[in-house]
């Protein structure tokens, strides 16, 4: 028998017995370490709903492109597609205890978890099924701003219903106390769920509190519902967390496993929801067992087509104690729309949560050319088609010299590649990934470019601020809280190209304008700034948890 475990994040659920190519235990591996840590997620998960059985993984690694299989029903198959690449295995023992039922830990578990292959995601278009998905892909792709202006019409028509419209609510829990059926562990935890764990505005504050769980003495638990391949599951605030990150659909039976298992051997002091439907749509099973445990959830976008995070969270309010909310837009709409009562809406900002102090405001160089940047995730949602198509425009209308920078990466990579190409922007627009720190962008920027077709509060509004750099944005979301007037744009494609061009190029002509607009952008975001902070606000709440 090998020794046990020295990464903290899997000794609290299971003990290495033997291995071959994984190197779970340290030492020489043929799994990089964001595999490395894929493969310890999966082992929390069978451990926790296979408590005290031996198990063994065949670790499968797969084509590029190709996402994750670590706890849906297919890790019980042992056969694989002929891409499938055999790294190792790996054998261990569950260290969790229930007595939720006669467990036979006796004999063998064999399961098979792919670990995917390197980090690339394709965008939903591409999985979409059947002649119609082909067609709706073939539109999309080949004229995706056209596209866009079609979307908008839609948005419009359906957030005119959306805004009509009550949510259906569940019912209440009213036992005050559940049967138990399982023994309660004495390390207090708290149990997160969060969507994944890859570059987002949501999830960076997810990992921030999964940070200040760590500091108020509580074992962060973390559960993921989406399909990924995790870049962010190495990072250090997951040191000392037990990371489960889910691939659907369970078996039944694993799904209340999975949960007694945590309770079994947690003592969870809260439940904390970051845009997590699986944990979502399980908090009444939840509160029906143990309607002691609190639990509340951070909210940051209305989303008009689907509903999204928001209406979940008001059809299951009933069994959440608290609604965190980053903007007056989402308050006022649980309160004065939904009716939810106001004491447990909690407005708390997060403004202060990347931005440094305020920096002087950057002045525009006169010996180099004006530099427009996009800072944020090649995805439908922020549409960076639409930058490609507006750096476009300027680089023929503009009054001066004007140079381009692109900071992300997504699934819509490979479409901004092909366009920065098309349109003739390969020698004026830099493209720069996730390794470049954003700050040297901003650093770099005499205007920072916002095209999402929905918001929240984008965090790099409040980082452009703090860096002295004025926010060109569509007017959606509580975006109108932080940007200049004059520096809102219309949502849709064509008027925002138009709108944003003619503000750039004002800029360009009139430093004098582009300070004043500065100047009531960082006005805005000071008296944003002065609400109540969200890091003050779960710090506390998590304190009150381990009292």
């Known amino acids: 028998?090998?020794?046990?475990?020295?990464?903290?994040?899997?000794?609290?659920?299971?003990?290495?017995?033997?291995?071959?190519?994984?190197?779970?235990?340290?030492?020489?591996?043929?799994?990089?370490?964001?595999?490395?840590?894929?493969?310890v997620g999966a082992a929390n998960f069978h451990a926790l709903t296979r408590p005290g059985q031996t198990i063994r993984f065949t670790v499968l690694r797969g084509p590029q492109g190709s996402l994750p299989s670590l706890t849906d029903?297919?890790?019980?198959?042992?056969?694989?597609?002929?891409?499938?690449?055999?790294?190792?295995?790996v054998v261990f023992r569950s260290l969790v205890h229930t007595t939720v039922a006669a467990v036979d830990a006796d004999g063998l578990v064999d399961l098979v978890v792919d670990v995917g292959g390197s980090e690339q995601t394709a965008s939903a278009y591409h999985q979409l099924p059947g002649l119609a998905g082909a067609l709706r892909r073939a539109v999309r792709f080949t004229v995706p701003v056209q596209f866009d202006a079609l979307r908008q019409y839609r948005?419009?028509?359906?957030?005119?219903?959306?805004?009509?419209?009550?949510?259906?609510?569940?019912?209440?829990?009213?036992?005050?106390?559940?049967?138990?059926?399982?023994?309660?562990?004495r390390?207090?935890?708290?149990?997160?769920?969060?969507?994944?764990?890859?570059?987002?505005?949501?999830?960076?504050?997810?990992?921030?509190?999964?940070?200040?769980?760590?500091?108020?003495?509580?074992?962060?638990?973390?559960?993921?519902?989406r399909p990924s391949g995790h870049p962010w599951i190495t990072r250090p605030e997951f040191d000392g967390a037990v990371v489960v990150p889910l691939t659907l659909p369970l078996t039944p039976d694993h799904e209340s496993m999975l949960l007694n298992g945590i309770m079994a051997n947690y003592d969870v002091r809260g439940v904390h929801v970051h845009h997590c439907t699986w944990l979502y749509e399980r908090l009444p099973w939840l509160k029906a067992i143990r309607p002691d445990i609190p639990v509340v959830d951070s909210l940051h976008i209305?989303?008009?087509r689907t509903g999204g995070f928001v209406d979940i969270s008001v059809r299951v309010s009933n069994v959440v104690d608290r609604h965190h909310v980053i903007s007056p837009q989402l308050r006022d709409y649980l309160i004065g729309k939904q009716g939810i009562p106001a004491e447990k809406v909690a407005l708390a900002t997060l403004a202060?949560?990347?931005?440094?102090?305020?920096?002087?405001?950057?002045?525009?160089?006169?010996?180099?050319?004006?530099t427009v940047a996009f800072v944020g995730r090649f995805t439908q949602q922020k549409r960076p088609y639409l930058f490609l198509k507006l750096a476009a425009e300027l680089k023929d209308s503009a009054p001066g010299p004007v140079r381009f920078v692109m900071h992300g990466d997504g699934e819509l990579s490979g479409e901004v590649h092909g366009l920065r190409?098309?349109?003739?922007?390969?020698?004026?627009?830099?493209?720069?990934?996730?390794?470049?720190?954003?700050?040297?962008?901003?650093?770099?920027?005499?205007?920072?470019?916002?095209?999402?077709?929905?918001?929240?509060?984008?965090?790099?509004?409040?980082?452009?601020?703090?860096a002295g750099i004025p926010v060109v944005s569509t007017d959606v979301g509580s975006q109108a809280s932080l940007i200049a007037d004059g520096l809102l744009c219309p949502r849709h494609p064509y008027p925002f190209i138009r709108t944003a061009a003619a503000r750039i190029g004002t800029m360009m002509d009139s430093p004098e304008q582009r300070e004043r607009w500065l100047v009531e952008q960082r006005r805005k975001s000071a008296a944003f700034a002065a609400l109540p902070d969200a890091r003050s606000w779960v710090r506390d709440l998590y304190r009150g948890w381990n009292s």
Do not use: C
């Open 1 to 39: 028998m090998t020794e046990k475990p020295e990464i903290h994040t899997h000794s609290q659920t299971f003990d290495v017995l033997d291995e071959s190519g994984v190197g779970l235990t340290g030492g020489e591996s043929l799994l990089d370490e964001r595999e490395r840590a894929l493969v």
């Open 73 to 89: 029903r297919e890790t019980g198959a042992i056969e694989w597609e002929d891409d499938r690449e055999v790294v190792g295995s």
């Open 187 to 225: 390390t207090p935890a708290v149990l997160f769920g969060i969507h994944w764990l890859e570059l987002g505005g949501a999830e960076r504050w997810a990992v921030e509190t999964v940070q200040l769980a760590k500091d108020a003495g509580l074992t962060p638990v973390i559960i993921t519902d």
């Open 302 to 304: 209305l989303e008009w």
């Open 352 to 370: 202060n949560l990347t931005a440094a102090a305020d920096q002087p405001a950057k002045a525009v160089a006169a010996d180099k050319p004006f």
């Open 421 to 466: 190409g098309r349109l003739g922007l390969s020698e004026a627009l830099e493209l720069r990934g996730p390794d470049r720190d954003v700050s040297d962008t901003l650093a770099e920027a005499d205007v920072l470019v916002i095209s999402s077709d929905n918001e929240g509060l984008t965090l790099t509004s409040f980082e452009a601020s703090a």
């Open 155 to 185: 948005t419009d028509l359906v957030e005119k219903r959306y805004r009509a419209r009550d949510v259906p609510r569940k019912a209440g829990v009213r036992i005050a106390r559940g049967a138990s059926a399982t023994d309660q562990g």
